[in-house]
């Protein structure tokens, strides 16, 4: 079965800190994406990779950096963390460009005191 | 710009009964796809159901089914037989065809939570 994994699935870090979310999909997709939820603001696109070495700014991409290494490793950097990006980050892929549904990974809840 | 609209904050109903949740939509494109998710509890994200735009058929999968309405910009999620299990937080999204924007961005809405009880 396709799956998408992510890790860790929660973190505490200070303002300031280095944090690396990561994702890990085995479902052969060349598509892979980063996504924030917030209340009140649904799900956003933080950042795209349609293969590896290929980066996309989604909607909200300030204060993130994102590397895609492999087909099925995709990296998520927040360099200097701020408390304003405290949320439940949430990984996808998908096979398609258009047209393609995306499968989700479990997400990864981000505090920053 | 795109834009998915659900209206409904919060929807509670019946076991057994049927519920249907809104969503409306904006686009400029004449081929778009939408898809509904659903997110529970525990905060994992499904993907549900899909329609094509240019499919005249309402899509069906087990007890999901779709309203769409394409002169409206309105594609329905209607459940059939709820069950307890169902509910959840249920999320319209769309992504604009391939006149677009050459890689697939999905724009959701803002979800409805939907409690059945017993």
Known sequence: ?113 | AQKVTQTQTSISVMEKTTVTMDCVYETQDSSYFLFWYKQTASGEIVFLIRQDSYKKENATVGHYSLNFQKPKSSIGLIITATQIEDSAVYFCAMREGIASSSFSKLVFGQGTSLSVVP
């Open chain 1, 1 to 113: 079965e396709a799956a998408v994994t992510q890790s860790p699935r929660n973190k505490v870090t200070v303002t300031g800190g280095n944090v690396t979310l990561s994702c890990r999909q085995t479902n052969s997709h060349n598509y892979m994406y980063w996504y924030r939820q917030d209340t009140g603001h649904g799900l956003r696109l933080i950042h795209y990779s349609y293969g590896a070495g290929n980066l996309q700014i989604g909607d909200v991409p300030d204060g993130y950096k994102a590397t895609r290494t492999t087909q099925e490793d995709f990296f998520l950097l927040l360099e200097l963390a701020s408390p304003s990006q405290t949320s439940l980050y949430f990984c996808a892929s998908s096979d398609r460009d258009w047209g393609g549904e995306q499968y989700f990974g479990p997400g990864t809840r981000l505090t920053v005191l």
